[in-house]
């Protein structure tokens, strides 16, 4: 199974929910020819810290460790138009300054409950913004090294097919 086979039922999996430009970004491939925002190192640190409160370390390192804001800022530049990378990064944005209204420090500085408490309240209060977040963030962790080797079981070499194998109490879902 290459690369392309794996994404496609990856998405098949999630429903179908993964959209034209994230597809286009997990294949590498670029739909935006156009200008688009510059990213400072202070926005991709934000980002990080975002996506690590939707997937946090646990047994397994989470998004941060797993890299996804290097995706997202790649996506975003090479898969969206530059109206909708202002509409994304003005998200990011908020959550810094709703940060600051509400604790009076960035978010980067805030502790674990505040950062969950703060990225709660974006569910609603932006949740066009969240769920794109959420999207890119999932889709960046689990095509990873880190997300498919380490938070999903990872087969390099399968066997045969068996539809109906019974997993163990605990075990993790496979990575495609």
Request: proline residues 5%; glycine residues 8%.
């Amino acid at each position: 199974m290459n690369r392309r086979e794996a994404v496609q039922k990856l998405t098949l999996l999630m429903g179908g929910v993964i959209s034209a430009p994230l597809m286009a970004g997990v294949m590498g491939e670029k739909l935006n020819f156009g200008p688009s925002l510059e990213v400072s190192a202070e926005q991709e640190a934000l980002l990080a810290e975002i996506a690590d409160v939707i997937i946090p370390t646990t047994k397994t390192p989470g998004a941060k460790a797993a890299g996804v804001e290097k995706f997202i800022t790649r996506v975003m530049r090479d898969c969206y138009v530059q109206d909708e990378q202002q509409k994304f990064y003005a998200g990011v944005e908020r959550i810094n300054k709703d940060s600051h209204d509400l604790y009076g420090k960035g978010f980067a500085a805030l502790d674990t409950t505040q950062k969950n408490e703060i990225v709660k309240r974006s569910t609603t209060a932006d949740k066009p913004f969240f769920l794109q977040m959420k999207g890119l963030t999932v889709t960046a962790y689990f095509t990873s090294e880190i997300g498919a080797t380490q938070a999903l079981d990872y087969l390099p070499i399968p066997g045969r097919f068996d539809g109906s194998y019974p997993m163990k109490e605990g075990q993790k879902t496979w990575a495609l």
